[in-house]
């Protein structure tokens, strides 16, 4: 009876250890996925001006894709009104209207477009770039952190807008030459934040059991760090997302971006300043529209951040 009784004893430790060192199941990891998304929500929902700041990307989404409908004149783009030059604002025009009369109002709606494909295609540049030589430059060591890092300290020591200037100058003055300078001084901020959190990372004990268990390194880096840096490379893009677009306006009022008669915020800004203060509408719609894109992208930024519970260094 007792040797029954201490073969039951083990067998019932035996299954104990075993179910506790078995992964979960999908249903498992599924629930506490949704666990913690639920949470980020939570905390996302309970700061008005993250609600704020995404309902206006939202809006200029909304805006963007749907320019051709929303524009009141959509020929506007491009086709010149000379009986209705410098209108001011109106009932008909609620911006008024510019030096060949376009209606400033559709210029704007169209400009959305320009400037939200202008950084989402910089961001998406930069982060295929500065990602992968993060990881490469954290995960590896070495040589090859060393030669990563050095070329990147030299991007960094440039500032980006002098960087985009200086490129822009060289390239003729077109949307995509504008992605091609604004890009070339971003992506070392990926490579930067991506290559100082692996260092972190692959020091964690999860990171060394994969490892210890025979993970390769692709494994290891794609389905064990890369994972744990998502959150914090979206809300690196999206507040960057707002300075990009800054980066390209400045760029279009110096007159090394986006040429007319092409609808681009910066350079319609540009085109209006010469008319100051009279014709102040020009100038000041344009300018309030590059103003509320930076402050959405900024608001849901921070917004992410504190649901996230990150710090970006």
Request: net charge negative.
């Amino acid at each position: 009876m007792s040797s029954c009784l201490s073969v039951f004893v083990i067998y019932m430790t035996a299954t104990t250890a075993v179910e506790a060192t078995r992964p979960p199941y999908w249903g498992d990891r599924f629930e506490a996925q949704w666990e913690d998304t639920r949470r980020t929500l939570h905390r996302l929902r309970k700061s008005i001006l993250s609600i704020l700041g995404l309902a206006l990307v939202l809006g200029l989404i909304f805006m963007a894709v749907f320019a051709d409908r929303l524009a009141p004149y959509p020929d506007d783009i491009a086709a010149v009104h000379f009986n209705r030059s410098y209108a001011p604002p109106s009932a008909e025009h609620p911006f008024g209207c510019d030096e060949v009369g376009r209606d400033v109002l559709s210029r704007v709606i169209f400009g959305a477009r320009i400037s939200l494909v202008l950084g989402t295609v910089v961001l998406a540049i930069a982060i295929s770039v500065g990602v992968p030589l993060g990881l490469i430059a954290g995960y590896v060591g070495g040589t090859a952190n060393t030669v990563i890092m050095r070329l990147t300290d030299i991007f960094l020591s440039i500032p980006p807008l002098v960087l985009a200037l200086a490129v822009s100058a060289i390239l003729p003055p077109t949307l995509q030459n504008s992605i091609i300078a604004i890009s070339f001084g971003w992506w070392p901020w990926y490579t930067r934040l991506v290559q100082g959190m692996v260092l972190s990372l692959k020091e964690e004990l999860y990171v060394e059991a994969g490892r210890s268990l025979g993970a390769g390194t692709f494994y290891v880096v794609f389905k064990e760090i890369l994972p744990n840096l998502l959150s914090i490379l979206i809300i690196k893009a999206t507040l960057d997302m707002g300075y990009a677009i800054l980066t390209g306006a400045e760029l279009g009022f110096l007159g090394l971006g986006v040429r007319p008669p092409n609808p681009e915020w910066g350079t319609m800004a540009s085109e209006g300043r010469f008319h100051l203060p009279e014709k102040w509408w020009m100038t000041t719609f344009p300018g309030l529209a590059i103003f509320v894109t930076v402050l959405a992208f900024n608001l849901l930024g921070d917004g992410l951040r504190d649901a996230f519970d990150v710090e970006l260094e």
